[in-house]
């Protein structure tokens, strides 16, 4: 299973994790604070090869970082939304020991219609096993 372990209160976890539990294998929970956004943008597009579907999902101030993720993918030609969920949770706050509200969003992105031909010409452009960061010398 690839699914991300929850951050508590921090908004969600920093990427694909496996561990027990009921969960779909394409979720992500992401975090504003663990991992850059382009990890999430990459896991993302990976998911979507594999599974033709992702689930992105975050609490509190990591909504806007899932907002940005589907932005990018959604303007790159890569995704479209399926569906999208709001709702409010309960978290036990810690310093408190009461329990507070979080909002949550969960969006649900398929793969476009030229998502294997964009990934593929991506893939064209930096060669087989080329190096992301370019340096100059």
Known sequence: MAEAD????GGGAGGASTGAGGGRKNRIQVSNTKKPLFFYVNLSKRFMQQ????????????????????????????????????????IQDELRG?????AKIEIVLKKS??????????AEENGPGANHQQTEA
């Open 51 to 90: 599974y033709g579907e992702v689930e992105l999902s975050g609490l509190g101030m990591a909504i806007a970082t899932v907002v940005t993720v589907v932005e990018i993918l959604k303007n790159n030609g890569l995704a479209l939304e399926k569906k999208i969920y709001t709702s409010t949770i309960e």
């Open 98 to 102: 009461r329990p507070v509200q979080k």
């Open 113 to 122: 219609d030229k998502f294997d031909e964009l990934m593929e010409s991506a």
């Open 6 to 9: 929850s951050g508590g209160a």
